[in-house]
């Protein structure tokens, strides 16, 4: 089974804090992904990664980066942690471009429910 | 942008009863659909995938359809049981870029025994 594996569960940040948000899959997947989710609005992407090194912009960068030095980790970073950052993040992976065999299917990690204050 | 829409934020159906939720999208048709489950804290999970050149797709209890001239997917859950209720995503994937996905903002159906 696919395991994808988010370090923190609960966070709670100031104002203006750094904040790393890890994440790790064993699968080998090419694509790993950073969603938010907040009530009545979704899953939003922030950011997605398709090869080690290699980011794209997704639909709410603003506020967020990433960084994927390994191809089974993928890390989100707020660089200064404001109020309407918090949410639950999800990270996610799939195998690659390959949709015809596998559809590309997200596999999710549990989420981190950051809370700042 | 490609959107997606759920057509409902909750559904209340008794045991037993099939529940049938939508799912809408704009412009073109994506290359297939998907339909993830999501529990209360925790992070979605795939139930199925319905191609364009699809009509139908069953998994156990569950029935997707994929109507590409309605634009429209539905999803059904047969002989509900209250262990199904749950959040109910629906997500495309672009063309350009066909692993990247665009999620609704999901339908929460309650089963009541």
């Known amino acids: 089974d696919v395991k994808v594996t988010q370090s923190s569960r609960y966070l709670v940040k100031r104002t203006g804090e750094k904040v790393f948000l890890e994440c790790v899959q064993d699968?080998?997947?090419?694509?790993m992904f950073w969603y938010r989710q907040d009530p009545g609005l979704g899953l939003r992407l922030i950011y997605f990664?398709?090869?080690?090194?290699?980011?794209e912009k997704g639909d709410i960068p603003e506020g967020y980066s990433v960084s994927r030095e390994k191809k089974e980790r993928f890390s989100l970073i707020l660089e200064s942690a404001s109020t309407n950052q918090t949410s639950m993040y999800l990270c996610a992976s799939s195998l690659g471009q390959d949709y015809r065999s596998s559809g590309n299917t997200i596999y999710f990690g549990e989420g981190s429910w950051l809370t700042v204050v | 942008s490609q959107k997606i829409e759920q057509n409902s934020e909750a559904l209340n159906i008794q045991e037993g009863k099939t529940a049938t939720l939508t799912c809408n999208y704009t412009?073109?048709?994506?290359?297939?659909l998907q339909w993830y489950r999501q529990d209360p804290g925790r992070g979605p999970v795939f139930l199925l995938l319905?191609?364009?050149?699809?009509k139908e797709k069953r998994k156990e209890r569950l029935k997707v359809t994929f109507d590409t001239t309605l634009k429209q997917s539905l999803f059904h859950i047969t002989a509900s049981q209250p262990a199904d209720s749950a959040t109910y995503l629906c997500?495309?994937?672009?063309?350009?870029?066909?692993?990247?996905?665009?999620f609704g903002a999901g339908t929460t159906v309650t089963v009541r025994a």
């Open positions: 412009n073109y048709s994506p290359a297939y």
């Open positions: 699968m080998d997947h090419e694509n």
């Open positions: 319905i191609r364009e050149n699809e």
């Open positions: 997500a495309r994937a672009e063309r350009s870029n066909d692993y990247k996905l665009s």
């Open positions: 990664s398709y090869d080690v090194k290699m980011k």
